[in-house]
């Protein structure tokens, strides 16, 4: 690569957590005219290093250059001052103001005339902001509470372009977006990279990294592995660079056998919901099946979940549990029955963040450890740790709080409060979400094991090739409804199934 | 909708609380036979209890609503009564300049002391709620060690206490207002404090100096509790100096005024639903006295009063949630009978 | 930072923890060691001092002797008059005061009343009490003598025959006296339609409900005796409120002549004159007198004030001592039991009057019970002394008397 186009350089950058290395001597460079992408597994150091570029933390030890100069930016603010700009995997904008205020944030003095903001001035320059990324649709004198959360990213991306950014950073936050803002996002991208600018584009998805970037970069536990141009990108070996050793061909389920036994053990009847689309809708799921549910975004699927495990509101119809014959009435009496359920919104509806490892796995499961009035500590230690042990969650102790685990740990976590139950039927909205190769190949055989205990499991899934690979029987829906029916075989592809859905 | 329509529909929509809660009890308390409510002197309660507990409200709504407990509000009232007082006790202007320059001393004084708790809060990096119930009790002590203990003794001034006449009063307020009002609505301050509001880490992200943003807060709290100060000298004419947190009480005003105000704001602004609410607030407080509710029964549908608001401003979005249900279900049961058929 | 801030804190904390329990200049006392020393005292009728310097000028007796104060409110108005008057016994006494902070549970008085036992005080002056008959049993358990709080009847009942108990000062009800006495000025003053102010009444606190009542009896007593007298509003609460301003506007709209309160009425003065009514209103409140007041009453806008003489409860001073002295036997009731020593209160009618005796609540220039007053009741001084002479000097107390005196 010509030197001259460097833009970003780090020397021997590191980022301790305590004992934990995040960073370890990684020196990484980052070039004008070019798209690059980071990839590796989770906790493997992708969004420490460009935290540390943008200002968010400093660097534990190091030396870090922008545009030749030494660089050391102190907050995001002096980040963003210097021409970096970044969009975040959480949450970026600040609700209960317009648009127009959250993409000027900070810089409302911009528009005082006569010691007066003016807020029409304000609007306009915001509307111009979103219409220079292609989102004329969306009203800047709006508040920010009146779009979607997939429209909100993007005003998140208007307000970063709106201070026009030499170098981009994009963490994770096309998991979030509708088609229509990822392409925007990309066309982004890519106008950046045809202005000589720079752009980091960090994604779990490798086929999405494969197309857009123009070159990759992988890192594992903190070390920077390899840096691959363009033609040398090949899936295989990414994967084997970002797990440090050969995936193997077992990934998904290995057998085609579709088969299931006759006995059915859900009965979904003619239910519509109070939230999202699904309407009318019906289907059986047997025992020791694992059902997929797919479709596009909007189509009712995960309310088909929370439908399902009695967390959502059914205006219409019912949802019966047929070995024991009892309508489902709410979340309380599907835990009864012998039922767990995965949220696909992990951090908000499936763990209380601030709590132990400890206390989050053993909520699910106090009834099963209580001598009486009693929850003895003993007892309900050997009940977390045999759940920790058996998903091989990596913590320091069972008593750290869950907000500092990485992504798929805090997933496992999530596994362990309804593995640790012992659950007859298991409900999992999106459970590989935000999760690296090694803990999905790890799910995938603890779902393929439960199944062959006899467990049946409902997969609710937005990649098509997990709920291909895994499913026993799969269910489209489209519009609330259900729009296909396949069953496993080797000859199903993804076009079939996209087919379906659009 | 248009422009114009728009605005009429939030004047109307930010007035109506106030027009509706005083019709209600204008015909309740003449319904039991109790005729005089909200007018003449009753009015002028109402006007009053209005303008002392909106200042309070104000104070207390700037810290709260970015989630600053602030317990020491009412010991900056005494305290800045206290010493602003008594200065302006001892230096002889001519009427009316002795009642205003009192007003000065007093709003200055409160503001030194909304600076103190702001400096506080910032350096401690103590939950707020904790710093101020160390800088009430900082301020209890002034107030008590200053002027023998005396507190502010000003029953013979008359002179210097005309702010309880409705049109001073009025005046008073509407300066106050239109202050507070470009302040929110047309500065960075403004800006800053309704971002920092719902999403403080984003919005400090983004360069929003929260430090400085809250100082303000403080400075603003201060200078509104003087102007309380000043309402409740001019109707009491004393004040005594509280020890042991007992100044917290005068917070108590501030609660139902400041929901009703964050309800309005989206409509108007927050001072003015602010206001609206004072005057709701005062119109039940004075209804009460009229149907002859004794102060125990006073407190409990003050508190009640309260709490059927929060039930009301954090549920009313159910209303919306039933309709869509409703027309759901009717389109899924029209779906099913068609396929019937 | 904020560790460095959180140690200082502690270590603020824990001295000041620690100067509460042991004020300087007692390191060297042994917790309960002076209180056991005398435990045998009460049976004694000898005094116990040989030969005690019966000086003047505060080196009697001989030892220190270590009152606690039980105190709720250390901003209260009488508790700083109180402080001053130690203040200026102590120029001719030899005792110290270990005062309590402001004590809000009968938890917090028993743990100040250890305090005082391991601090090596000899008695307690019972200032407030909410631990009632279980306070005085506890600092007769450490050995200390317990003087105040003869109002309770469970108290006298309960430990009257306790020797560590010492009895107290005695107004009957006083604060049902005081609402007598408000309305009996009142219609000394021929006001017939009266605003009750009752300040904490309808909130539960006893003091104020006992105030009421005996406007209450006053004003029934005054119809039967034919006088045409009644209740045209009363108002409840504090300043402060919106109720408050409220009552007190509906109040005042009313053609009231008279205005009895519970509460001092300071803060009614500036209602009534931006009323208009100064002239037709006239004022009796339950109050201490101060030296502003004098005007009002000279104007004739205030016409009675009933208040607590500010230094009766220095008289367990002299009690304590007597105990220590091993007097203790020689200050009971015939019967054995701790004697309720009758006293009264004022009630203040003229200006001349009030000056007088805020004279003496707030300068301290004048005691209603001077160092003179103080030494007539100790045995060592005053060999001959009985329960009679005491009660004599405990209820002498209207301006006359203390100046018959001087």
């Given at each position: 690569m010509n030197e001259d186009k460097l833009i970003i350089e780090t020397r021997q950058l590191c980022k301790n957590f305590g004992p934990t290395i995040a960073l370890n001597h990684v020196d990484l460079k980052i070039y004008r005219g070019q798209i690059t992408g980071l990839i590796g597994e989770n906790g493997s150091g992708k969004s420490t290093i460009t935290s540390i570029l943008a200002g968010m933390q400093p660097a534990s030890s190091g030396e870090m250059f922008f545009k030749g100069k030494p660089h050391k930016p102190s907050t995001m603010i002096e980040g963003a001052a210097l021409g970096i700009g970044m969009i975040v995997q959480e949450q970026g904008y600040v609700s209960g103001i317009s648009i127009a205020q959250n993409i000027f944030l900070g810089e409302e003095g911009r528009f005082r005339r006569h010691g007066i903001i003016s807020r029409s001035a304000m609007v306009k320059a915001a509307q111009e902001a979103l219409n220079n990324i292609g989102c004329n649709d969306i009203d800047a004198s709006w508040y920010i509470e009146q779009i979607d959360l997939q429209d909100r990213k993007l005003v998140e991306l208007a307000r970063v372009m709106a201070s026009n950014p030499e170098v981009l950073v994009v963490d994770e936050t096309t998991t979030a977006l509708s088609q229509r803002g990822r392409s925007i996002i990309y066309d982004i991208m890519r106008r950046m990279r045809d202005e000589d600018k720079a752009v980091i584009f960090i994604s779990h998805d490798l086929d999405e990294l494969m197309e857009v970037c123009d070159r990759m970069v992988v890192l594992r536990d903190g070390n920077l592995i390899t840096d691959l141009d363009k033609p040398e990108f090949e899936p295989n070996l990414i994967k084997r660079h970002m797990v440090g050793r050969d995936m193997g061909e077992?990934?998904?389920?290995?057998?085609?056998?579709?088969t299931v036994s006759d006995e059915v053990v859900l009965d979904v009847d003619n239910v519509t919901s109070g939230s999202g689309l699904l309407i009318n809708f019906s289907m059986q799921v047997h025992k020791g099946e694992i059902l997929g549910i797919g479709g596009l975004s909007h189509c009712g699927m995960h309310e088909l979940g929370k439908v399902v495990f009695g967390e959502e509101k059914i205006l219409t119809g019912s949802v019966t549990h047929v070995p024991s014959g009892q309508k489902i009435r709410d979340a309380r009496h599907a835990i009864k029955l012998g039922m767990g359920y995965v949220s696909k919104d992990r951090d908000h509806e499936a763990l209380v963040l601030s709590a132990s490892i400890r206390d989050n796995i053993s909520s699910a499961g106090l009834d099963k450890i209580n001598d009486g009035p009693f929850i003895l500590p003993n007892k309900e230690k050997a009940y977390v740790n045999q759940q920790v042990q058996t998903l091989s969650i990596k913590c320091a102790s069972i008593n750290q709080n869950v907000q500092y685990l990485s992504g798929g740990n805090k997933q496992k976590v999530v596994f362990g409060k309804w593995i640790g139950r012992d659950c007859d039927i298991l409900i999992l909205d999106c459970p590989t979400r935000g999760v690296d190769v090694g803990v999905k190949a790890a799910m995938y055989a603890l779902i393929d094991d439960m199944k062959r205990q006899g467990k049946t499991i409902i997969m609710i899934s937005e990649e098509l090739a997990e709920l291909i690979g895994m499913a026993d029987r799969l269910l489209i829906l489209k519009d609330g409804s259900l729009a296909g029916e396949f069953q496993r075989s080797r000859q199903l592809t993804e076009h079939e199934i996209i087919e379906c859905m659009i | 909708m248009s422009k114009s329509t728009r605005i009429l529909k939030n004047i109307v929509i930010t007035l109506a609380p106030a027009v509706i809660v005083y019709l209600f009890f204008l015909l309740i308390t003449n319904l039991f036979g109790e005729p005089g409510f909200g007018v003449g002197d009753n009015l002028r309660v109402i006007g009053y209890n209005m303008v002392y507990s909106g200042f309070i409200a104000l104070a207390v709504s700037y810290n709260l609503t970015s989630?600053?407990?602030?317990?020491?509000v009412g010991s900056v009232l005494i305290l800045s009564l206290i010493v602003g007082g008594n200065i302006a006790k001892e230096i002889d202007v001519p009427e009316p300049f002795g009642a205003v320059l009192m007003v000065v001393l007093v709003v200055l004084v409160g503001m030194l002391c909304g600076l103190i708790s702001g400096l506080f809060y910032i350096l401690l990096r103590l939950p707020p709620m904790v710093t101020s119930l160390g800088v009430a009790m900082i301020f209890e002590a002034i107030g008590f060690a200053?002027?023998?203990?005396?507190?502010?003794?000003?029953?013979?001034r008359q002179d210097l206490l005309i702010w309880t006449k409705p049109q001073n009063s009025f005046i008073l307020l509407a300066l106050v207002l239109i202050v507070l009002i470009y302040l929110l609505n047309f500065t960075k301050f403004g800006y800053n404090c309704r971002s920092l509001q719902t999403g403080q880490k984003n919005a400090v992200e983004v360069g929003v100096n929260e430090k400085t943003n809250s100082v303000v807060c403080y400075i603003i709290a201060g200078g509104l509790m003087g102007f309380a100060g000043i309402m409740y000298i001019s109707q009491n004419g004393i004040i005594a100096p509280q020890t042991g947190l007992s100044s917290s009480s005068f917070m108590m005003n501030a609660f139902l005024p400041m929901f009703i105000g964050n309800a309005l704001a989206k409509y108007s602004d927050r001072n003015i639903g602010v206001i609206v609410g004072a005057f709701c607030q005062a119109c039940l407080s004075s209804a009460l006295v009229y149907l002859g509710a004794g102060p125990s029964m006073q407190t409990v549908m003050n508190g009640v009063a309260v709490m059927l608001f929060l039930i009301y401003v954090s549920n009313n979005y159910k209303f919306a949630l039933h309709r869509a249900w409703r027309e759901k279900k009717e389109k899924a049961l029209g779906m099913t009978s068609a396929a019937k058929q | 930072m904020k560790k460095f801030l959180a140690l200082l804190l502690a270590l603020v904390m824990v001295i000041g923890l620690a100067a509460c329990g042991e004020p300087a200049g007692n390191e060297s006392q042994a917790p309960a060691s002076a209180p056991a020393g005398n435990s045998e005292a009460p049976e004694s009728g000898e005094p116990v001092a040989e030969g005690p310097e019966l000086s003047a000028d505060g080196r009697y007796p001989a030892e220190t002797v270590k009152i606690g104060f039980v105190n709720y409110d250390t901003t209260a108005q009488q508790f700083l008059s109180l402080q001053d008057y130690f203040d200026y016994l102590d120029d001719y006494f030899n005792f110290e005061i270990m005062y309590s902070e402001s004590l809000d549970s009968a938890e917090a008085e028993f743990a100040f009343i250890e305090q005082c036992a391991a601090a090596g005080c000899q008695g307690i002056i019972g200032y407030y009490n909410e631990g009632r008959e279980e306070s005085v049993k506890l600092a007769s358990s450490l050995g200390m003598y317990y003087w105040g709080q003869g109002q309770d009847p469970n108290v006298q009942e309960a430990c009257g025959d306790d020797p560590y108990y010492l009895g107290s000062y005695y107004v009957g009800n006083a604060d049902y006296e005081y609402g007598k006495s408000v309305i009996d000025s009142l219609v000394a003053a021929d006001c017939h339609k009266i605003i009750v102010v009752t300040g904490g009444k309808d909130f539960g606190v006893q003091m104020f409900i006992d105030r009421y009542q005996g406007m209450m009896d006053a004003i029934q007593e005054a119809q039967d005796g034919g006088y045409d007298i009644e209740v045209v509003y009363e108002v409840p609460g504090w300043p402060g409120t919106e109720d408050f301003t409220a009552e007190q506007t509906s109040a005042l709209a009313t053609d009231a002549d008279g205005l009895a309160s519970a509460l001092s009425a300071l803060m009614w003065i500036q209602p009534i004159s931006a009323a208009g009514k100064m002239n037709s209103i006239k004022i009796a409140a339950v109050d201490t007198p101060t030296a502003d007041m004098v005007d009002l009453m000279a104007s004739g806008l205030f016409v009675g004030v009933a208040a607590e003489?500010?230094?009766?409860?220095?008289?367990g001073v002299p009690m304590i001592i007597n105990a220590v002295q091993g007097y203790g036997e020689e200050q009971r009731n015939e019967d054995g039991t701790a004697p309720l020593i009758d006293c009264g209160f004022w009630l203040i009618t003229t200006a001349e009057e009030m000056e007088y005796y805020s004279e003496i609540e707030q300068e301290g220039g004048t005691w209603c019970f001077d160092a003179d007053d103080v030494r007539s009741i100790l045995y060592d001084y005053n060999p001959e002394l009985t329960l009679d002479d005491m009660s004599a000097l405990y209820s002498a107390v209207t301006m006359e008397e203390i100046q018959a005196r001087r």
């Open positions: 077992k990934y998904y389920r290995e057998d085609y056998d579709g | 989630g600053r407990f602030d317990f020491s200053l002027f023998d203990s005396e507190g502010l003794r000003l029953y013979t | 003489i500010p230094d009766v409860f220095g008289l």
